[in-house]
């Protein structure tokens, strides 16, 4: 059985300023990723960052993870790719499983960052060949350069489905429509306008109904939807396409710490079930801490500066506090707070609001 001071599962963002943060204040760092490249989700984003200049606005994402690689590769942290966490055992061991063998790695501290899994929608014929995840579109396109189909329908209007729909355009892939079913558009208003001028419809209080084809998708039914998400009768239209793409959101990928026992609350703003957290990012469960969309889906930047805040805590808890590591709190801090004052970071706030409600419940 391996050991390690720290333990960071999940090499995206999050996981990344985690591992460089711990690893540069002197603390001894694993970092697991199931893929062979790190960088989580933005290995798949090509298109520039929106925000703030000191968090890579300007850069695309896949230059953002680039970034953060070199910066890893100039600290001490051993990197395991290829590999998934697939359990924690008593007293912080992780089991850990590659193409070949199951091993073993124990830790004194824990840092989980594994992201967020895609959510899919009900509706007949969604198992279809031909209905996607938005992130596999993405992943598909952008890192292996192969087109999922020649027309699509996209479902969700929230910036990764303005987002991939563009793409989608980009690689000369036909948009037949972008169908949300909230009467107004959810994603950035300049992602929506770029596609509308393409001429990409947006249907808002619409949604898909079935999804068309024996083999593989064909086509799709439409349909209006009324305040209460149900079909309006005699709305239904029908689309012919060969593709569907979801992008109803996103779920935290919380199953070790289901496993390691941490409280954990439904905190719809936060994207479903999360493991309570305190400003440490530190859990219920001594030493063990979250980063990123795992701890609450929101975006990049805030998942950088989670890690860092977790990296350094992890560090004070093995090696006692210095004058680096409360810097580094202090400024991450200062940026998060900073960063969630926008409009768009309001569910967000609601939902860690109500996780400092239910501290000492
Ligand atoms: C289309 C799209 C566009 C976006 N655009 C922007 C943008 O412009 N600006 C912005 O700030 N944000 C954007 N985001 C959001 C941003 O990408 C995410 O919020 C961010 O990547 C979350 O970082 P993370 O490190 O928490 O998780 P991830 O990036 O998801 O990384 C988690 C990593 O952990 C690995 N992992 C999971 N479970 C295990 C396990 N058991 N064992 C080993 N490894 C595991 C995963 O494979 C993954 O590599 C966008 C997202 C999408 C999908």
New binding site residues.
Partial sequence: MRETGIAV????????CAAITASRLGAQVCL????DR?????I??T?????DKS?YCGTR?IDIASILFQELESTSTRVIPG????GLYPGHVLGLADRSRFSKLACKSLIV????AENNLLFPGNDLPGVYG??AV?TLMNVHGVRPGRRVLMVGSG??GL??SYQLVQAEIQVAAVVEALPNISGYHVHAAKLARLGVPILTSHTIKTALGHESVTGAVICKVDKNFGPVPRTERQLKLDTICL?VG?TP?A??LWQAGCQMAYVPELGGHVAWHDEKMQTNQKGIYV?????G????????L??RVAGAHAFEQLRGSNTQSRRIIEQARTELRAIRQGPFSRRVVCGKNKLVEMAGK
């Fill in positions: 599962v999940g090499g995206g963002p999050a996981g990344l697991i990723d199931d893929n790190l960088g989580g989700q933005l798949k984003q298109h520039k960052f929106f925000g968090h994402g590999t998934s966490v697939v960052a594994t992201g967020a938005a992130g993405q910036n990764i987002i991939v992008a996103l990928l199953e070790i980063a990123g969309d795992v701890s889906i929101e975006e990049a930047s805030t998942a950088m989670e890690g």
